[in-house]
């Protein structure tokens, strides 16, 4: 008999779950990439590259949960719900690993290097901060996904 996790796949918990991915990653690369040159530090780089899969990973999900709930039958097949445990937990340790190099650079560009103020401007290195907290929100919640998944697999055995 399959167990009712409720955060796992093909749940309403899940699809709140992907949703706040979808807001934190968008909010995350909006910060980073409008009106800022952050392609000049490597984190930020790979910071943007991880948000930019998340996205689509997050939002497809999304769309899986949703029609799952909707339709009353959540798909809880083991080669999919395999996946889909990979998927979280691979995007999911990216996306800690690329939340704390964009964190720790946006904190070292906040220091004053001597004479010559902040690294970089004061509006500019706030947003690099925000990004980083809202890659880190969406870890959060994508560590969270990965969690409930895992501990939905098992019951998929018998």
Request: charged content about 10%.
């Amino acid at each position: 008999m399959e167990e009712q996790v409720p955060g796992a796949i093909g749940t309403s918990g899940s699809l709140a779950l992907r949703f706040g991915q979808i807001i934190f990653s968008a909010a995350s690369l909006a910060f980073m990439c409008v009106g800022v040159e952050f392609y000049a530090y490597t984190s930020f780089c790979f910071l943007v590259t991880i948000k930019g899969l998340s996205v689509p990973w997050s939002l497809t999900m999304a769309m899986v949960d949703a029609s799952s709930v909707f339709a009353h039958r959540p798909s809880r097949r083991l080669h999919i719900v395999s996946v889909v445990v990979i998927g979280d937990w691979l995007l999911s340790l990216l996306s800690l690993a690329a939340a704390c190099s964009a964190a720790s650079v946006a904190d070292y560009m906040v220091t004053e290097t001597g004479a010559s103020g902040f690294v970089c401007g004061k509006k500019v290195c706030s947003r690099y901060q925000v990004s980083a907290a809202m890659a880190f929100m969406s870890w959060c919640l994508s560590l969270a996904s990965a969690l409930f998944n895992t501990w939905l697999l098992p019951s998929l055995y018998y």
